[in-house]
T-cell receptor
Framework: AQTVTQSQPEMSVQEAETVTLSCTYD???????LFWYKQPPSRQMILVIR??????QNATENRFSVNFQKAAKSFSLKISDSQLGDAAMYFC???????????????FGQGTRLTINP | KAGVTQTPRYLIKTRGQQVTLSCSPI?????VSWYQQTPGQGLQFLFE???????NKGNFPGRFSGRQFSNSRSEMNVSTLELGDSALYLC????????????FGQGTRLTVV
C-alpha cells in the first residue's frame, strides 16, 4: 500500500518570502500522480499543483513549484512571494495510474498548516 | 459550471442513529469519491463510484455504505452512528478513471452526540 508522509505539522513564513513544504511517499509503482492540495478555513480542497511521475520536468503554476525527486520519493512544494491568502492546510496526495481499480483513490499525507505573517 | 455540491453542510445526530449524506458532482463527471477527515486520522478514503458501480472501498466497517445514481449523484450512508464517526465528509468528482484531477465539495460536517 502507498503511504504519504508530511513531516512538518506547521510552518510559518513572512509575507513575500519563500517557503518549502516537504512530502515523501512510499510506493512500489513506477507510474503515478502526485498532488498538492490546499484547504483554507472554508474547508474546500483546492488543487494547487500536480505532477506526473513519468515527467522529469518539475511542475510549476505561477508562484507554486515542486521539486520532484523520483528516486528519493520526495515531492516538495515551494511557494514564492507568499501572500496572506496562501494561509491554509496543505496536503500532499498520491494517486495510482489505473483504469480499472482504484483509479481515483487519493492517499493523503497528514497535512502542513501554513501561517503567513504580515 | 457549478462545482461539487454536498448537502447538508452541517449535521448533528445522536449515537445509534443513521445518516445519509448527498453529493452532486460537476455536470458531466461520472466518478465520485468519498473521504473522511478527522483531526486524528487525517483524510481517509471511503469509497469510489463510477457509472453507478463501486470501484474501490477503503478500510471502513460495513456501517459505511454508498451508492451512485444514474445521474452520477452519490449518497453515503452511515448506520448505527458512533461518536468516532464525527468528522468532515468530503466528496470529490472527476471525469473518470483517466482524468487526473479531482474536484472537491465543501464537505458535510457531521457531529455525533
Amino acid at each position: 500500500a502507498q503511504t504519504v508522509t508530511q513531516s512538518q505539522p506547521e510552518m510559518s513564513v513572512q509575507e513575500a518570502e519563500t517557503v518549502t513544504l516537504s512530502c515523501t511517499y512510499d510506493t512500489s509503482e513506477s507510474d503515478y500522480y502526485l498532488f498538492w492540495y490546499k484547504q483554507p478555513p472554508s474547508r474546500q480542497m483546492i488543487l494547487v499543483i500536480r505532477q506526473e511521475a513519468y515527467k522529469q520536468q518539475n511542475a510549476t503554476e505561477n508562484r507554486f513549484s515542486v521539486n520532484f525527486q523520483k528516486a528519493a520519493k520526495s515531492f516538495s512544494l515551494k511557494i514564492s512571494d507568499s501572500q496572506l491568502g496562501d494561509a491554509a492546510m496543505y496536503f500532499c496526495a498520491y494517486r495510482s495510474v489505473g483504469v480499472i481499480q482504484g483509479a481515483q483513490k487519493l492517499v493523503f499525507g497528514q497535512g502542513t498548516r501554513l501561517t503567513i505573517n504580515p | 459550471k457549478a462545482g461539487v455540491t454536498q448537502t447538508p453542510r452541517y449535521l448533528i445526530k445522536t449515537r445509534g442513529q443513521q445518516v445519509t449524506l448527498s453529493c452532486s458532482p460537476i455536470s458531466g463527471h461520472r466518478s465520485v469519491s468519498w473521504y473522511q477527515q478527522t483531526p486524528g486520522q487525517g483524510l481517509q478514503f471511503l469509497f469510489e463510484y463510477f457509472s453507478e458501480t463501486q470501484r474501490n472501498k477503503g478500510n471502513f466497517p460495513g456501517r459505511f455504505s454508498g451508492r451512485q445514481f444514474s445521474n452520477s449523484r452519490s449518497e453515503m450512508n452511515v448506520s448505527t452512528l458512533e461518536l468516532g464517526d464525527s468528522a468532515l465528509y468530503l466528496c470529490a468528482s472527476s471525469g473518470g478513471p483517466l482524468n487526473t484531477e479531482a474536484f472537491f465539495g465543501q464537505g458535510t460536517r457531521l457531529t455525533v452526540v
